[in-house]
């Protein structure tokens, strides 16, 4: 149900959240959190729901989100609503998350390249038995 709130009727988050109180720290089948699945709708920032950011922990600016495999401020980016002043203030909190997220995609650019090459290996030893 909570995906279903923070997805389908996201105006409505905060009469769902007064009345089922304890539902804050559930999380929707794919493992995101209530305040990801906000982030991940697109719509928000600091503009228009400063309470939303101005509330998230350090280790909820850390978390990458279990959908998009990626920290806050690259939903934000990515977002329908985007803007440059939400990039800025959740990277402001947590500006290692810039240099985490760089080191993570050379290693994964690096980790296809390997396997390419094991793939290019393979295919090239299999001709030279047939």
């Known amino acids: 149900i909570l995906h279903h709130v923070v ?3 996201p105006q409505h988050i905060n009469d769902f959240c007064i009345r089922y109180p304890s539902a804050w720290h559930l999380r929707d089948e794919n493992g995101r959190s209530i305040r990801q699945a906000q982030l991940a709708a697109g719509t928000q920032t600091v503009a228009n729901n400063g309470m939303l950011f101005m509330n998230l922990t350090d280790d909820e600016i850390a978390e990458v989100d279990p959908v998009t495999k990626q920290y806050p401020f690259l939903v934000a980016a990515t977002g329908e609503e985007s803007d440059l002043s939400t990039i800025f203030f959740l990277l402001s909190k947590n500006p290692s ?10 290693w994964q650019r690096g ?3 390997r396997t390419k090459k094991r793939k290019r290996d393979n295919d090239e030893n299999d001709e030279d038995d047939g």
């Open 97 to 106: 998350l810039l240099e985490r997220y760089r080191e993570q995609v050379t």
């Open 111 to 113: 980790e296809e390249a």
């Open 7 to 9: 997805r389908d009727v």
